[in-house]
């Protein structure tokens, strides 16, 4: 089983709502990622989490705020957005946390609109 | 500069007619290549992991091959139901982070 959930589905929210992305894995995988995918483009990576630790931050706003509870689930807390963060995110996981050499299994995603 | 470019952008097909998508890449020493699917609104469905030059993997109507310097996915008799972007990534130089191509989107009709 290779399956990464993601829940909402869809989210809208105002510039100044708090609200949170939720992403699950059962695999025992050991790192787990944020993208953020615009219309037309490729996943652009936000975040990588190694062993329940923050390795990478691809110079995100602080505006998003990444948290790895545990081994199998991922959170994305959204404060303060823009419009322009509308966008689809999508998780992932892998069981290599040595970095992206290892295949990466893609969740969903969850669409976000930002008003 | 490492660097993933797909080719065609775009790529309609008759039902049956079958069809390659390329991936070059600029990435020194590379450690994997990886294919995948996706439908609008959908997150990325993973296809292949190849590792080697010279290495083919297959399933269903798709096979993917590696060379030193790209990689190529073959559509054989591709039906309505493959229509989708597929998209191919390859580790950066440093191992940290998969870099995207900006993906081919295929429409087969029927």
């Known amino acids: 089983d290779t399956e990464v959930t993601q829940t909402p589905k869809h989210l809208v929210m105002g510039m100044t709502n708090k609200k949170s992305l939720k992403c699950e894995q059962h695999?025992?995988?050991?790192?787990m990622y944020w993208y953020k995918q615009k219309a037309k483009k490729p996943p652009e990576l936000m975040f990588v989490?190694?062993?329940?630790?923050?390795?990478i931050n691809e110079s995100v706003p602080s505006r998003f705020s990444p948290e790895c509870p545990n081994s199998s689930l991922l959170n994305l807390h959204l404060h303060a957005l823009q419009p322009e963060d509308s966008a689809l995110y999508l998780c992932?996981?892998?069981?290599?946390?040595?970095?992206?050499?290892?295949?990466?299994?893609f969740g969903p995603g969850t669409r976000l609109t930002v008003l | 500069e490492d660097q993933v470019t797909q080719s065609p952008e775009a790529l309609r097909l008759q039902e049956g007619e079958s069809s390659s998508l390329n991936c070059s890449y600029t990435?020194?020493?590379?450690?994997?290549l990886f294919w995948y699917r996706q439908d609008p609104g959908k997150g990325p469905e993973f296809l292949f992991t190849?590792?080697?030059a010279g290495e083919e993997k297959e399933k269903e109507r798709l096979k993917a091959t590696l060379t030193k310097k790209e990689s190529f996915l073959h559509i054989t008799a591709p039906k309505p139901e493959d229509s989708a972007t597929y998209l191919c990534?390859?580790?950066?130089?440093?191992?940290?982070?998969?870099?995207f191509g900006k993906g081919t989107t295929l429409s087969v009709s029927s």
């Open positions: 992932a996981s892998s069981q290599d946390a040595r970095g992206a050499t290892d295949t990466q299994y």
């Open positions: 695999m025992g995988h050991r790192a």
């Open positions: 989490y190694s062993y329940e630790k923050l390795s």
């Open positions: 990435v020194s020493g590379l450690r994997g």
């Open positions: 190849l590792y080697s």
């Open positions: 990534a390859a580790p950066n130089q440093a191992g940290t982070a998969l870099i």
